[in-house]
């Protein structure tokens, strides 16, 4: 049998879904025989150099998909043509022990963007996908310093269990920046959490059970909607104008819904880089106060403005009542820290802290710590200085890209900060194809629907532009363009296809 | 108002219950006047140097118990008599928002344990409470050594994002280590987790739906209950005998309550210290198997051995079918790194790797890094040679002192390995008393209650070796044992009374 299959082994792509997508292909390309037999598990498991319960695990997938048979004794085999699912495994001590899982890991409420976050990407190729900082910017030596600093001269109690609501130190800085930028707050009104995404986890974890609404902007990030998927509770879009979410639609869907909490990134809306404006950010307040609905506020942007005036945030309007706050060092500054934070009002965050236990215990004492030295030092606020201009540089090069190699009609946002721009194409041009043909063509970006709960936004596209060179800005822009041009007609591929293991945030 | 009230930051403890329960006290010393005004908000903020929320939630939670009244505009008093719960705060405005948790967070849910993780500890006192490694004996300057490699020779990739599964590099070590110990493992089938509690956390969230049974030893690991408590899953204790858990009662909790998994420690089990023997591994794995019921193994404890030899894992024995595996080396090594693993069959693993995403995108590639250099380098290695001895020591000179200072009736443990032993006292020894006493006198253990699901277990105590040194253990036995002899009566306390704000494990 030819089973043209390379495992990669450093995929997130499970070998057992690698191989079972290998035999899938190798029969629609006719390699294999119909009803065939398979080769017995031992053997390809030999062949391929995995485990035997790894080429078990893919049968029962093929099997479960009505793809293949199995029959005790005598071996698997294809299926002649696709039929009803058949859970039969090879013998009885092979089937599958594992048939239930929980809502919260349900294929069904996390397949979609599961599908999503594993983009094939060259690697060889441009991404404009992951809303990531610039790898070249980020200050290896400062951060190796601090943490050589904390090591040499604290020692062991870094490297000891702390406090579950996080280092005192580090969140004594935090509190110290948030009242820099007008927010009431203590040390202790403050969790630090393993970057933003536990921060929004353990936040709607605490307010949202299954079924619970949650009002969201929509399109908007990606790890919120995973979140609202794996606790069954029920997304409610309202719709945003160019200040920001409309607060008398916002008032209906509290009156109709009664959600249990509004989540909003009032700066650079992730994705589409939308500034709430301070008026309509006061108006929205006002609505929530009125209806006694909590505001979930995610800031991760904030203090990436290059250009305009800073607006004060909800938490800091509201003097940190019933606004809950959420930040992270990951865009700022190193993702590959997973440092973030989130500060409530005390009622609250003393369950954020106890969930939090029940999570993982407290996040490192040793980042928190060596990241504490870097701020202390210094390190963040120059190296803010420094990014804010290289990202503004290289927006500016995405525009002039835009405008060079884009057709009339498509339409896109002039970010003041952040990391991406979000573009809207022409109706004529067909989204998904243009996706696909681009992927091909080596260059990736995050399609819109990666942002909606319900598949809708496939016409719209975010590109970042902070962790590509100017060159690269330049060539991938030019070859989506051209491809649009072409009306997403495919090309030959460039290079060779691997797989994306990165999360796109 | 006399309000003896030492804010303390650092604690997790909150600020606004630590300025409750300092209300509390002064009200029941006859300091505040019954029926008399509290200071106005701003004022006691003022005082406190905290926000006035803090003080405003510290009322809220006094009269949601009835402590307190407030009538709008003219204050806050004390009540007469503790009365029914009156939840109506200051003014309109600031009546709580936050009212209603989900179960997951539902203090009635984590209360328990909760209350029992902050153990109020003399700074300046001895504590067996914590099963930590022995703090000075951390390789600190290897540690930093590896963190100093990988930053210089990695740089920028070790601060992005990387795979949700984990660093490749250090799942291909812990792979070959687990085979080194008997499993059939691939790299493929690790999820890298923030320490062990994670691991469980999300094992535990796959399967666990509310209501569902989960098969526990009892008492067990604090940390698996309290997760069982966020997923309102329904812990059902198998006894143990000598061997570990009895198999023929482990087969009728199997018929009755059709538990999602059997949770054990096989090993050095927390806080029993018992070591499930070699048949009793088989047995058990041959009814789990009848049932077709997934074992999740708990080996946080395995390569930790001192004495005696060394036993296959469920997971070897099962050859990786049907066993989930997890272990951290937060004990091993340094609690601080928060770095864990679980390795599952494919179809399980998949979930695990979905759900980590959502709730953290991944742990720190960094750690994972240095932590995989460290290994690569041979310092584990080092490092568990080197302990192990001294954990041995440990453990002998805390028997001694127990043999010298401990009254007849008193029973426990001689484990070879792990970091605690496993102490019952006799009944004519009032367990609660004598925890209160200890504590008083500066010495803190972990009482039995906090491995039960149920509050019971007074009557014993989890006493760590490994981080205290053998001056501290002579003389913290000693000190338990003259309690005991005086039967708990209290002593005056020595040394200040201050917070713990670390978690027990």
Redesign the interface.
């Known amino acids: 049998m030819i089973l043209d299959l390379q495992i990669d ?4 792509i ?4 690698q191989i079972a997508e290998a035999i899938r292909a190798a029969a629609t390309a006719g390699r294999l025989e119909s009803g065939g037999r398979l080769p017995p598990t031992r053997d390809l498991a030999r062949q391929l150099g ?2 035997r ?2 080429v078990v ?1 893919a049968y ?2 093929l099997a479960s998909e009505g793809r293949v048979h199995s029959h005790t004794g005598r071996g698997t085999f294809l299926a002649e043509r696709i039929e009803a699912a058949d859970r039969s495994a090879n013998d009885e001590d092979d ?4 048939t ?6 349900d ?1 069904a409420a ?1 397949g979609g963007l ?1 599908s999503i ?1 594993r983009l094939v990407l060259s690697r060889e190729g441009i991404s404009f996908a ?1 809303s ?1 900082p610039a ?2 910017m ?1 200050p ?1 030596d400062a ?2 310093g601090a ?2 600093q904390v ?2 001269r604290i ?11 996080g280092y ?1 130190s580090l969140r004594e800085t935090i509190a110290r920046r948030m009242r820099d930028a007008g927010s ?6 403050l969790l630090v ?3 933003a ?2 921060a929004v ?1 353990l936040v709607f ?5 299954r079924g ?1 609404a949650a009002v969201i902007e929509e399109p908007t990030y990606t ?1 919120a909607l ?2 609202l ?2 606790l069954g509770a029920r997304p409610i879009a309202v719709p945003m104008d160019d200040d920001g979410m409309r607060p008398d639609l916002l008032e209906i869907a509290l009156q109709r819904h009664r959600p ?1 909490l509004i989540y909003l990134q009032p700066t650079f809306q992730n994705p589409t880089t939308r500034v709430m404006s301070e008026a309509r950010r006061r108006e929205i307040l006002r609505v929530a ?1 009125r209806y ?3 505001v979930v506020e995610d800031d991760w942007a904030g203090e990436l403005r290059f250009e305009g005036p800073t607006l004060p945030t909800l938490h800091a309007i509201d ?4 606004v809950i706050y959420l930040s992270t060092f990951s865009k700022k500054l ?5 440092v973030g934070w989130v500060c409530a ?11 939090k ?11 928190q710590a060596a990241l504490d030295r870097f701020v202390r030092d210094g390190g963040l606020d120059e190296h803010l200085a420094r990014i804010r201009p290289a990202y503004l540089e290289r927006r500016d090069c995405m525009l002039r890209a835009l405008r060079k190699y884009f057709p009339q009609g498509a339409e896109w946002t002039l970010p003041q900060g952040g990391l991406f721009l979000w573009l809207t194409l022409p109706s004529d041009v067909d989204g998904d194809a243009l996706f696909d043909a681009a992927r091909q063509n080596g260059v990736l970006y995050s399609r819109g629907d990666l942002f909606h709960s319900d598949g809708s936004g496939t016409q719209a596209m975010r590109l970042a532009y902070s962790a590509a060179t100017p060159d690269e800005i330049e060539s991938g822009i030019k070859t989506i363009g051209g491809l649009i041009e072409r009306r997403g007609d495919r090309t030959e591929a460039t290079g060779q296809e691997t797989i994306d ?3 796109i ?1």
Do not use: K
């Not at 499970?14 to 879904?17: N, S």
């Not at 009002?345 to 969930?355: D, H, N, Q, S, T």
């Open positions: 082994h450093d995929s997130e499970p070998v057992y879904r995995v485990n319960n790894t695990a029962d997938l089937e599958p022990w594992f239930g899982f929980t809502p919260a890991v294929a996390l599961q976050y992951g990531y790898a070249e980020i290896i951060i190796r943490f050589d090591l040499r020692g062991s109690p870094v490297l000891g269990y702390g406090p579950t609501a005192p009431t707050v203590d040390t202790g009104d959490t393993n970057g995404q536990q986890e974890r605490t307010f949202l059970d619970d790890g995973s979140v998927g794996s249990r106060t006694r609905c909590p003097g940190g009542r019933h190193a993702p590959g820290l997973r009002p005390p009622v609250v965050l003393e369950r954020l802290v106890e969930l236990r029940v999570e993982d215990c407290g996040t490192s004492l040793l980042l293991a990165m999360p945030l």
